[in-house]
């Protein structure tokens, strides 16, 4: 028996015990035709949305051009064409408008996240049922010897259970808090610095360089403090992608007990004074004097650029020092 499309939609999104009557084929026809109604749901209020908040960010631009603001002008300008552009995730807002751009920025997100929870939601509910459905299909044409329609039954079902946009739909609201943030992830702490942050799950519910990032309390030698960092995203933290890298110290190494001994010597006096610190002394008539220090900087894999922050002191009557430079190796190379 055929039925009207309104017909089995209504029946799969609302009426179960009418689905063991169903056939295999209208069992997919009515689920498919119950998942586009609730995608073009969630479309079309996503669509109302960014409609209002393109309208919104008209008015926010026309009032910093008439200000005389040409950054914040030039910013909201740009977010309006992320919106138009359909651009998702979006990335940070730009720090040159972030008081302007901020709160806006929130309170869309917080409406987008509500949507897309919805829709989640709904689409979880639709695929729950399918599958349960298809499952007392498969064991019912087995037991009646329908061998051929409960396997197209079963491949049916691995179809849906391995659907991309249900596995998104099924992870996104454990992710996303009733305030539309997204929930934490990881706790990250810095090489070098030591600087903890929070990372959350970006807008398409992983953990990426898109990431946001957030100061946290830490807690170090018996003390709680909060740490203090710019960054914005997992990639300007760490120094990674395309974003604005936050400069840091990336590695540090101080001698507690104010010695700095070479491992490798060639051509110079080393000794420690209390109050003038490490001593290295060229001997007479050396050329190419030659200091090497043992696991300062580690063993990489790849190139790497270092900083180095150290004092120096020559003693002005010191005429044969030249020239001194740092490289990552030993004497012969």
Do not use: C
């Not at 499952?135 to 051929?148: H, M, Q, Y």
């Not at 060639?266 to 004074?273: A, E, L």
């Amino acid at each position: 028996m055929k039925y009207p499309i309104h017909l089995l939609t209504m029946v799969f999104a609302s009426m179960t015990v009418w689905l063991p009557a169903l056939s295999i084929e209208d069992l997919q026809f009515s689920y498919e035709a119950a998942v586009l109604e609730a995608n073009e749901g969630r479309d079309k209020q996503l669509g109302t949305l960014n409609q209002r908040y393109l309208t919104a960010l008209s008015k926010l631009q026309k009032q910093a051009q008439k200000q005389g603001t040409l950054d914040k002008a030039v910013a909201i300008k740009n977010e309006g064409i992320l919106i138009e552009e359909k651009t998702w995730p979006m990335p940070p807002v730009p720090k040159t408008a972030s008081k302007t751009l901020q709160g806006p920025r929130r309170t869309y997100l917080k409406a987008r996240f509500s949507i897309e929870k919805d829709w989640a939601l709904k689409t979880v509910m639709l695929a729950d049922k399918m599958e349960k459905a298809l499952k007392g299909k498969i064991l019912s044409l087995t037991k009646s010897g329908n061998l051929e329609e409960a396997q197209g039954a079963q491949v049916l079902l691995k179809k849906i259970q391995e659907d991309p946009e249900l596995a998104t739909a099924r992870e996104l609201p454990s992710r996303v808090m009733q305030s539309g943030k997204s929930r934490a992830g990881f706790i990250v702490r810095r090489n070098g610095d030591n600087l903890e942050v929070m990372v959350r799950y970006d807008s398409k519910g992983k953990i990426s360089l898109k990431s946001p990032v957030e100061n946290v309390v830490e807690q170090t030698g018996g003390k709680r403090e909060k740490g203090k960092t710019s960054a914005r995203t997992l990639g300007e933290f760490v120094g990674v992608g395309a974003e604005d890298t936050e400069r840091h110290i990336a590695l540090d190494y101080t001698p507690e007990d104010g010695k700095l001994t070479p491992e490798e010597v060639i051509g110079v006096d080393v000794n420690f004074q209390n109050d003038e610190g490490t001593v290295y002394e060229i001997k007479r008539g050396t050329k190419n004097a030659y200091l090497g220090f043992s696991n300062l900087l580690g063993t990489l894999s790849s190139p790497a650029t270092y900083r180095i922050f150290g004092e120096l002191k020559i003693p002005k009557g010191n005429n044969a020092l030249s020239g001194l430079f740092f490289k990552h190796g030993n004497s012969t190379g």
